[in-house]
């Protein structure tokens, strides 16, 4: 029994858009971090499918992705075209950008060797289509990626990961140490300019389009004006495929080179591009290891416990490379992770 699917399919059968759509056809066609769900349905006219989401409320808001995909087209970014819209009960019917992701095209489409050269063309795509959305850029349109939003995501780290899942207490010292690396850490992302930023701009999120509308993005609902280097975090280092850091650094120099072009307020130097990404890795990943935490014991979907190590291997590397957090490092390495 789904009475929620049910008004789904009655609100598909009360479209009149000429798509000649086939709600006996509808099925899942992607799983979800949040309480959204996707479906497929069949059509009549090209490309012969459309996408379907269903976000109810109070937990999710669908007006957010209706605006963002508007903004962030209209600078020159391939997201899915609105077709029709219910913003009262959360129902969406949506351009389909197909099943294959970066990530689908990298694991599965390419021998393990070749995959840095497949990759440096498909990530070529991905930041010139983030370039538009950077060049873009006004205050006043999207929210601020403020320094409590910052510390909140972060916060996730030793209430998800540090305590529910590796089942340690901080003591009054160890919190002062995190809470410094903390402080540390919103110091230097805030210290960056802004710019609009998709915030999980990764493999899972970029589509696989023909010629120039490829990538196609999604879940970029989240957007928000913040660090100009965060959603370069997302697309290097990358919660779900690893780099080589030699593979980082190339693609970020690419880009780099292109936004002083272009006139984006980026440093004089890349070391210090380098230091600023760095910094805003930090905090996606502590974000990330939280999040993924929260999903397995708070929402039942274990997927994202396999993919923790991954995302710990972007973290020790940086808290151990900048004496700032030495601390910081010490306290991950020798009481959390030992």
Do not use: Q, V
């Given at each position: 029994m789904d009475p929620r699917l049910d008004e789904l399919r009655q609100w598909l059968r009360d479209q009149t858009d000429g798509l000649g759509l086939k709600p006996e056809s509808?099925?899942?066609?992607?799983?979800?971090?949040?309480?959204?769900?996707?479906?497929?349905?069949?059509?009549?006219?090209?490309?012969?499918s459309v996408v379907v989401m269903d976000a109810p409320a109070p937990t999710e808001d669908v007006r957010p992705f209706v605006k963002v995909a508007r903004l962030f087209a209209e600078a020159g970014m391939s997201t899915p075209r609105v077709i029709a819209q219910d913003e009262t009960r959360g129902f969406l019917l949506l351009e389909d950008?197909?099943?294959?992701?970066?990530l689908d095209a990298l694991e599965n489409f390419s021998a393990e060797a070749e995959r840095p050269q497949v990759a440096r063309g498909l990530y070529?795509?991905?930041?010139?289509?983030l370039l538009r959305i950077q060049l873009a850029s006004r205050n006043d349109v999207l929210p601020v990626y403020d320094?409590?939003?910052?510390?909140?995501?972060?916060?996730?780290?030793p209430t998800w990961y540090v305590a529910r899942h590796k089942g340690k207490t901080l003591n009054a010292s160890q919190r002062a140490i995190v809470e410094q690396a903390f402080s540390d850490i919103v110091e230097h992302c805030l210290a960056q300019p802004r710019v609009y930023v998709h915030r999980d701009f990764h493999s899972r999120n970029l589509m696989l389009l023909r010629g120039e509308r490829n990538p196609g993005v999604l879940d970029f609902q989240d957007a928000v004006h913040g660090p100009i280097t965060y959603d370069l975090v997302s697309l290097w280092r990358d919660a779900y495929i690893a780099w080589d850091e030699e593979i980082q650094i190339d693609g970020l120099i690419r880009w780099w080179?292109?936004?002083?072009?272009?006139g984006l307020p980026v440093p004089a130097e890349f070391p210090d591009l380098w230091r600023d990404f760095e910094w805003m890795g930090l905090q996606r990943h502590l974000k990330v290891l939280g999040?993924?935490?929260?999903?397995h014991y708070r929402d039942g979907k274990s997927r994202y416990l396999k993919d923790l190590t991954r995302v710990l291997s972007h973290i020790l590397p940086v808290v151990l490379r900048y004496q700032q957090l030495a601390a910081f490092a010490d306290l991950i390495i020798e009481k959390i992770e030992s």
């Open positions: 509808l099925r899942p066609a992607s799983a979800d971090a949040s309480f959204r769900r996707y479906f497929r349905l069949d059509c009549e006219a090209a490309p012969g950008f197909g099943e294959h992701t970066f070529r795509d991905a930041w010139e289509s320094a409590r939003r910052l510390r909140d995501e972060m916060e996730l780290w080179e292109e936004a002083r072009k272009l999040i993924f935490a929260r999903l």
